[in-house]
């Protein structure tokens, strides 16, 4: 029988696509659909957060807090908007992690694909299996952009390839497309933008010939470019195009990009040793993909590029180390800078080792060896210098920055008294040295299978040793990820009415700040109405990057401007010594309260004078100030203000209003609490003065997670409750 279905083609088709179902089913069953709770923080939030934007308002452009933000990396939480619409957020959540796995695993794809400008179909399918069974597919256990940015680098990189070696009209608005859904998938990619133009150039100038040109380094340069130009009018014009539109949105106030806007605008963007550093970077994801990949698929793309090669070839290897290249020395980059040199992000990097693969089958597949040996060995001796330096560090789970860092472990326990850095470069070039023997003597199809078998073995061990950590670890919540929470995630959710939202008011619950940050990380992440925040006008205690709306409070009348509309819900801590908001208890939980606030929000209460965790410091004068609803009598209200002294002194305080003044002492860690009552109209609140005659020692307050130095303080205020009597000031 003859036909469509049985043609080559259609087979691979079939093929291709079993093993992508095939490996997310098994993905998703074995790990990434067991993960029950968060690991990574704020990142996670904010994909969450984003997808929910999305759903509720049906705008593809990123909000948070109910405010537009400026985010370049939109595309995975515009896949993860019909969970986060449709579903609670902890189904949502466990969606999320299926959906990883099916979208990670599609590299399998343009993997496939990409071999296939260059190898036989057998070839490439061992490629697309490499592409997903590989240590970094461990990041499908978590709520962020990897599983999306992988594979639409590799379609970036496939389309790449082919307007370079077969320019047209067509393939250069796919590719500048292409371009464009790998930057929406992560911000990171922005660097592609330019290596596909010097790609292009370089690919035109490798194959430029020295007698056509005249045989100068000048004269084949400007016939490099000239062919660049002109066979590719449609790019150059969709950049200009491109770039016309960064310009207006940089005058129209948009940051391009995001959060990282940061990484362009602070210090040098090539910092004092980031090329080595570069080098290293390599070297970590060379050594987490077995080694094989990085020496023979870089020394074949160097050879490649050096020697002359068929044109598809060229320009693999040339669009290859430049992809490279670009991603090793922005990771650098970012290290150096801000994330601190002693650990290398491999996650930022790992997108370039199906390229690696590919480079690696082409070398077993090059009839020239000769040069494919003298790069690899020229590799082998990079990798082994990257690696003498790295600081292998460990980590008690897994590193989301470094998943194979859990390799580091092994590597020390085996180094012995040689040190760490000497046996991994010892390693790299016995390697290396067998890699190049192979190559130059060994039959092709026996060492290709063999190289095939133990990099997959590898890489199998490795995801596997990274996927039992995290399913028998717990996560900074304290809780088991891959467990039941034991608790209502969603509690809020569970009380505030359909159709109602809610906002967060945080303040600490704790005197270290991740007690306190993962509570409140907890209340937003897991519950689908609160979608604002709130917070004082110093602004502390957010624990989010995220827009945070503030509180003006009038002093006099104690209404909150710009609230009419706010959501009827606030999730508040009952002893905030800042402010106390109008509204009914709705619920509890954890040491936090559910109220259903009036609108406009008021404070029934406001204090000032104090620390910003409630201290009174010493020689300044702290008060709480009562105030009336609008509209009522003039009445009595009763205030009760809780004292608590320091933990190793007594505390001496002085508490008075117009009519009353008294003292009072209060041992080390102990309480008091005193009543007074005043006389509160609208418009003419009343306030208690709170005085200290004694100051101690205590710890700055948790405003981030290293602690604050020390200061002294006098008393801690709150919580603080004022309760109108309905008696008439006269009276009182």
């Given amino acids: 029988m003859t036909g469509p279905l049985r043609s080559p083609r259609f087979a691979a088709a079939a093929g291709l696509f079993l093993l992508w179902c095939a490996a997310a089913a098994f993905l998703a069953v074995w790990f990434s659909g067991r993960i029950r709770d968060w690991s990574v923080m704020t990142d996670e939030m904010q994909y969450a957060k984003l997808a929910l934007a999305v759903a509720e308002t049906g705008s593809p452009l990123p909000s948070l807090h109910d405010t537009s933000v400026s985010l370049a990396n939109q595309l995975y939480p515009l896949l993860l908007a019909p969970l986060y619409g449709s579903l609670s957020s902890p189904d949502a959540f466990r969606g999320a992690h299926v959906l990883n796995a099916v979208v990670m695993t599609s590299a399998a794809l343009p993997g496939y694909l990409l071999a296939r400008q260059l190898l036989p179909r057998a070839w490439s399918y061992a490629v697309a299996v490499l592409t997903v069974v590989m240590p970094w597919m461990v990041l499908t256990g978590f709520v962020m952009s990897e599983a999306v940015a992988y594979p639409a680098f590799l379609w970036a990189a496939l389309a790449f390839h082919r307007t370079i070696v077969e320019p047209s009209p067509r393939r250069d608005l796919v590719a500048v497309v292409a371009l464009a859904v790998a930057i929406l998938a ?44 002109g066979r590719h009018r449609t790019l150059w014009a969709l950049y200009a195009v491109g770039a016309l539109l960064a310009v207006a949105l940089l005058l129209a106030g948009y940051r391009l990009f995001g959060a990282y806007e940061t990484t362009v605008e602070e210090g040098s963007v090539l910092p004092w040793g980031t090329w080595w550093s570069a080098v290293e970077h390599v070297a970590v994801v060379g050594i987490g993909c077995g080694v094989v990949p990085l020496v023979l698929g870089g020394g074949w793309m160097l050879a490649s590029v050096v020697c002359p090669s068929r044109p598809e070839r060229r320009a693999f290897a040339t669009l290859s180390l430049l992809l490279l290249a ?61 690696s003498l330096g790295l600081a292998f560090p460990t980590f008690p789970g897994i590193s989301v920055d470094s998943p194979v860092s859990i390799l580091n472990e092994t590597l020390i326990d085996q180094s012995g008294s040689l040190g760490t850095g000497t046996f991994v470069a010892l390693l790299v070039l016995l390697l290396g040295a067998v890699l190049v023997l192979g190559l130059l003597v060994a039959p092709r199809l026996p060492l290709a299978v063999t190289l095939f078998a133990a990099v997959l073995v590898f ?49 600490p619950l704790s005197t270290a700040w991740g007690v306190s940050a993962i509570q409140w990380w907890d209340v937003e992440f897991w519950n689908n109405t609160v979608t604002r925040a709130y ?46 908001l109008a509204g009914v208890a709705h619920a509890s939980s954890s040491g936090l309260r559910v109220i259903a606030a009036e609108r406009p929000y008021r404070a029934v209460w406001s204090s000032r004078g104090l620390s910003t965790d409630g201290w009174t410091r010493p020689g300044i004068p702290a008060s709480v100030r009562a105030h009336a609803p609008l509209g009522a009598p003039a009445a009595v209200s009763r205030i009760r203000i809780r004292l608590r002294a320091p933990e190793e002194a007594e505390a001496r305080y002085r508490i008075s209003t117009a009519l009353a003044d008294r003292s009072g002492v209060i041992s080390p860690a102990g309480t008091a609490e005193e009543t007074v009552l005043v006389c509160v109209a609208p418009g003419s609140p009343a306030d208690v003065a709170i005085r200290t005659s004694t100051s101690a020692l205590v710890p700055g307050p948790p405003l981030f997670p290293d602690p604050e130095p020390h200061r002294r303080v006098g008393v801690l205020v709150g919580p603080v409750v004022v309760e109108r009597t309905g008696r008439a000031c006269d009276a009182a």
């Fill in 186 to 229: 992560r911000t990171q990619f922005s660097a592609l933008a330019l290596v596909l133009p010097l790609a292009i150039l370089g690919h035109e100038l490798g194959g430029a010939s020295p007698s056509a040109t005249g045989g100068g380094a000048r004269q084949r340069l400007a016939a490099g470019a000239r062919a660049a130009v």
């Fill in 326 to 386: 670009a991603l090793a020395v922005e990771t650098a980059s970012f290290d150096l800078r801000f994330g601190g040199k002693d650990i290398v992000r491999d996650r930022y990097l790992f997108y370039v080792v199906p390229l690696l693969v590919v480079g690696a089958a082409a070398a077993l597949t090059e009839r020239r060896r000769g040069p494919t040996a003298v790069g690899a060995g020229a590799i082998t001796g990079l990798l082994a210098a990257g």
């Fill in 535 to 580: 917070g004082a006008p110093d602004g502390n205690f957010t624990y989010t990057p995220f827009p945070l709306r503030t509180l003006e409070i009038d002093r006099t009348t104690g209404l909150i401007e710009g609230t009419a509309d706010a959501p009827a819900y606030l999730v508040v801590v009952p002893g905030d010594p800042r402010f106390g």
């Fill in 459 to 507: 890489s199998a061990l490795m995801l596997r040793s990274e996927v039992d950590r995290i399913l028998d670890g717990t996560g900074l919540s304290g809780r088991p990820l891959a467990g039941p929470p034991g608790e209502a995630l969603d509690w809020v959710d569970t009380v505030v009415p359909d159709g109602e939202g809610a906002a967060v008011v945080s303040f």
